[in-house]
């Protein structure tokens, strides 16, 4: 297997992360888009959530991540046992994630699913690929909110649909690359398709927001749901 090497360079991220819940075991955080939520192999990505936040929380680890471009809700524990026992709560899929996004084009379905395999490929690095055959198993849920149009500088509309997507398992880039399967890709996504549409260029980010994020605490054991509405 040929040897993955990331170029990637993240440029400066200005905006600062958003605390929305804390105690003794664990954080809970708005992560703004363009930043990095591990600091990369690269020397020159060091700025990163794991890195921000553990000059204020010594010892803190990342229990999950977002996607440099996608905002919202993370949880970050404050020790090895908390990271222990959520982390066992994402792998056996207990934690229920929900997505805000926008879609390019207008759905014709109000709701569905897509399930569709995702498999890696380091000569196509860092795009994933659907594959029935080499992929992990994915599958992700979409309900249509709202479609409407975005009127561009020129004044031609582009169409656009809002969705709720809810990932049941949690493959890299699951909802960009399956939205673009559906025939949607999520609106300023580079990697599969979001910014091909004439008159796509315009957005500044990802369109792309962890919205909820529904779990046990670890020592409490009551269910937190935590909601995050979306920037956009």
Not at 38 to 64: A, E, M
Not at 94 to 115: E, F, M, P, R, W
Not at 208 to 225: D, G, M, Q
Request: glycine fraction near 6%.
């Amino acid at each position: 297997m040929s040897k993955i090497i990331d170029t990637f360079i993240a440029p400066r991220c200005h905006d600062k992360i958003e605390i929305l819940y804390q105690d003794d075991h664990l954080v809970l955080i708005n992560k703004p888009a363009g930043l990095l939520s591990l600091s990369g192999k690269n020397s020159q990505n060091i700025d990163s959530v794991h890195h921000r936040l553990v000059q204020l929380f010594p010892g803190c680890t990342l229990v999950h991540r977002l996607d440099f471009g996608t905002s919202g809700l993370m949880v970050v524990a404050l020790n090895k046992a908390i990271n222990a026992s959520l982390c066992q709560q994402f792998s056996q899929r207990t934690v229920t994630k929900v997505y805000s996004a926008l879609l390019c084009g207008h759905l014709d379905n109000n709701q569905g699913v897509i399930d569709a395999a995702i498999a890696k490929d380091p000569a196509l690095f860092p795009l994933m690929s659907i594959c029935a055959i080499h992929g992990k198993p994915a599958r992700s849920r979409y309900r249509v909110a709202e479609r409407f149009y975005h009127e561009l500088e020129n004044g031609s509309l582009l169409p656009l649909t809002r969705v709720e997507l809810t990932p049941e398992t949690g493959r890299t880039h699951q909802l960009r690359i399956h939205c673009q399967q559906l025939g949607h890709p999520i609106l300023g996504c580079d990697l599969y398709g979001g910014r091909l549409q004439p008159g796509t260029e315009w957005t500044s980010r990802l369109m792309l927001h962890a919205s909820e994020l529904h779990f046990v605490h670890p020592v409490s054991e009551e269910w937190v749901k935590a909601h995050n509405s979306s920037p956009f």
